[in-house]
């Protein structure tokens, strides 16, 4: 019975290594699989026909010959399923619908103010249940639901602390699948910006990275080896809470002189309306301020650029990594913030671990964050996939 057991496990996880490589590699032929993962043709080849019959994998016709009979080569068929992808911010919510392949087939952002966890919390199942109701129709219908958070969460999705929002010990896992009765996957925002970026952005072929949120707070993702570090206890990557000053104002985490006390939205905008007495002005206005050649808004972007590179010193002296992303709304300032973190980063940061390092905005703007969260709810079904579509 052992032995029986044991060989199911192999097939499960040799299926898994074959989808993976036809995801990521499509169009792929048979063959290509087995030189690729060491597994025989013949095994290839059963897995394969398994994975067609489930529709997650088609044929598309013949490749190229290589010498031999020309092979038939494969693709991951993405719409076989579609899943949610949310960002929970501090005064919106981004959310998209994705097919298994992460192309963005719907996207809704609605604005919220914050004004009660059950509020906010009905604002998200309104935003996924619209989204769940347009989604085309499919073989396996709404596979998955993630959802980005701006805190500290368990691995039962339990969001245990989200100081910029306010929130603390909300089950936000089991309220959303008590809903909808769909698999909810709850990960911190940053965490889920770097896996986007990482499986569709910039990062794709970067082994170490770093993806820091700039948003009303700042968090980072930190991926190590092309794993998510996620620490001895899950709750890395709160970086936003290093302290920069030591006597500094005290931040909403209870500490003084964080890092996002000088470098994020937030301190832009409260910077920013106390310097142009307008508590009104808002990051797109200062953006279009600034593209207007407004000199003293240009002044308050540089200034938020300096502040960014004294936490991005830190991030390359503490860990070394080859590529460092910024995403969040203030991509959008790229033009401005670049040349003061840089000049900083010159003057500050190691050597040796800046050598080879590369520093830049996100080519995902915002979106960063929706895409790793919906690429979390693909990654829980496509576990359990190998498992269900097995005919045995």
């Known amino acids: 019975m052992k032995q029986t057991g044991d060989l199911n496990l192999v097939k499960k996880i040799n299926k898994s290594i074959v989808l993976h490589h036809i995801r990521t590699n499509s169009p792929i032929s048979r063959a290509r699989i087995a030189e690729i993962t060491g597994l025989t043709k013949a095994t290839v080849s059963s897995l394969v026909n ?16 290589s010498g031999g009979r020309k092979p038939m080569m494969l693709l991951f068929n993405g719409t076989a399923g579609y899943a949610i992808g949310v960002d929970l911010g501090v005064t919106d919510i981004l959310a998209v619908l994705t097919d298994l392949s992460g ?21 998200l199942k309104t935003t996924i249940r619209g989204l769940i109701e347009s989604a085309p129709e499919s073989v396996y219908g709404i596979i998955g639901i993630g959802i980005g958070v701006p805190g500290i969460c368990d691995e039962s999705g339990n969001l245990l602390f989200a100081p910029n929002l306010g929130w603390e010990n909300v089950p936000l896992q089991q309220q959303i699948e008590e809903t909808f009765n769909i698999p909810v996957v709850i990960d911190n925002e ?23 949120s700039i948003g009303i707070g700042i968090g980072a993702g930190i991926i190590i080896k092309g794993e998510l570090y996620r620490g001895a206890t899950g709750f890395s990557g709160e970086i936003g809470h290093i302290s920069i000053q030591h006597d500094g104002p005290k931040c909403s985490c209870g500490s003084l002189g ?48 300096y502040y960014l590179g004294v936490g991005v010193v830190n991030i390359i002296n503490a860990y070394n990594p080859e590529y460092i992303i910024l995403g969040g709304r203030l ?29 830049a905005f996100s080519e995902l703007s915002d979106r960063s ?24």
């Open 50 to 65: 398994e994975l067609i019959e489930s529709s997650v994998v088609e044929e598309i016709g013949v490749g190229e010959s």
């Open 190 to 212: 940053a965490n889920a910006g770097a896996v986007g970026e990482k499986q569709f952005g910039a990062g794709k072929d970067t082994a170490n990275l770093v993806y820091v």
């Open 103 to 123: 192309k963005i087939i719907r996207e809704v952002r609605v604005q919220h103010d914050n004004a009660s966890v059950e509020k906010v919390v009905q604002l």
């Open 331 to 359: 991509a959008s300032a790229e033009r401005w913030l670049m040349k003061p973190l840089l000049a900083l980063l010159e003057k500050r940061s190691l050597p040796h671990p800046r050598k080879q390092l590369k520093v």
């Open 258 to 305: 964080c890092w996002e006390l000088y470098a994020s939205e937030h301190a832009l905008l409260t910077q920013a309306r106390r310097e142009l007495n307008d508590d009104t002005v808002d990051l797109e206005a200062l953006l279009s301020k600034a593209e207007a050649g407004d000199l003293a808004v240009i002044a308050l972007f540089e200034r938020l650029g």
């Open 369 to 392: 964050t929706v895409l790793g969260a919906a690429s979390f709810a693909v990654a829980t079904f496509f576990v359990e996939t190998t498992v269900s579509i097995d005919r045995n």
